[in-house]
């Protein structure tokens, strides 16, 4: 009788501790779930701001492009010696076409300088556009 309560004690006590084990790894396992849902969030919120600062980088650059397509746009016929060769009505529809592309940036200052640069077309108001325009496309591009 002995050998049989000695039996069913240790099988009792082999049960209890593998119920406390099976417990004591769901919590942690628990804790393990938590802990990665809470990693999770944190790696979303950082995929959210990620995106975000793309997002300003590409209006950035867009913005930079926009700027060099100007500059390119009077430079490369300027030295390619295509103005010489337009009339007075194609420079005016050129200039025109030009215009539509800075006021489509949206910078007030750009808008001016050109308008004045149109008005005048003086030394002064192409060096204070230029100067303007190149000082701008830097400025976008930090």
Known sequence: MKTWLVIVSVVAVLLAASTGVGFWMLNDTKAELASTEAELANTEAELTDTEAELTEIDETLEEARARMEIIAGIFVPAFGGEFDEMTEA???????????????????????????????????????????LFESTAAALK
């Open 90 to 132: 194609g420079a005016m529809n050129y200039f025109l076409e030009w215009r539509d592309q800075i006021m489509a940036i949206g910078d007030p200052v750009l808008t001016e300088k050109f308008e004045f640069l149109m008005d005048t077309f003086s030394d002064a108001a192409f060096e204070s556009f230029f100067l303007y």
